[in-house]
């Protein structure tokens, strides 16, 4: 997968100018696709544990994108967080929620939701399979997104897009609203 890619994945979720959070960002590839998305004016919170890779994640925004507000958070995200007041537009959480426990994914969810506006929008991107293995331990498929949803508060899930991915067979983009 590529910069496209990822991009297209979010496309049907995100709008220009917005205010978003990418979970579990990493270096920032679905980061880097939020900002493209979002351009001038478009802020986004970059959460990961990994002080470095939000580093390189703020470098590579900064060089691609620079008049995307970004922010690199550092923290846990199954524990609970306040972002930007609760008011949110959307939140990415791409190739994260898997490494949460399958007991414990609705109430992440539900922890990170909260922090939308009413209304605002939950992405998902995620390997399409239940059964996971030793580096993806607990995916969860496009048709089991639905009742996670679900089970997290969120109204009118739906899927968004699909690509082929070597691991897993693929991976899909979904999203679901904060009522």
């Keep these: 997968m590529d910069h496209r890619d990822h991009v297209e994945l979010l496309r049907a ?3 220009p100018g917005g205010s978003w959070a ?3 960002a990493g270096e920032g590839a679905f980061t880097l696709a939020l900002a493209d998305l979002l351009g001038p004016g478009g802020r986004i919170l970059a959460i990961d544990r990994d002080r470095g890779a939000l580093e390189r994640n703020e470098e590579a925004v900064q060089a691609r994108f620079p008049t995307v507000a970004l922010t690199g958070v550092v ?3 199954t524990r609970p967080l306040l972002l930007d007041d609760g008011e949110l537009d959307g939140l990415v ?3 994260s929620l898997h490494y949460v426990p399958r007991a ?3 109430d992440v969810i539900r922890s990170l939701a909260s922090n939308l506006r009413p209304g605002g929008r939950f992405v998902v991107v995620e390997y399409d399979a239940d059964r996971g293995n030793p580096w993806v331990p607990h995916p ?4 089991s997104w639905p009742r996670l949803a679900a089970d997290a508060g969120l109204v009118d899930p739906r899927p968004m897009g699909r690509a082929p991915s070597r691991f897993l067979g693929a991976i899909y983009s979904a999203v679901g609203r904060r009522p």
């Design 13 to 15: 979720a995100v709008e």
């Design 22 to 24: 990418d979970i579990g």
């Design 75 to 77: 923290a846990d995200f």
């Design 93 to 95: 959480a791409a190739n």
């Design 104 to 106: 414990a994914q609705a």
């Design 140 to 143: 969860f498929s496009a048709r």
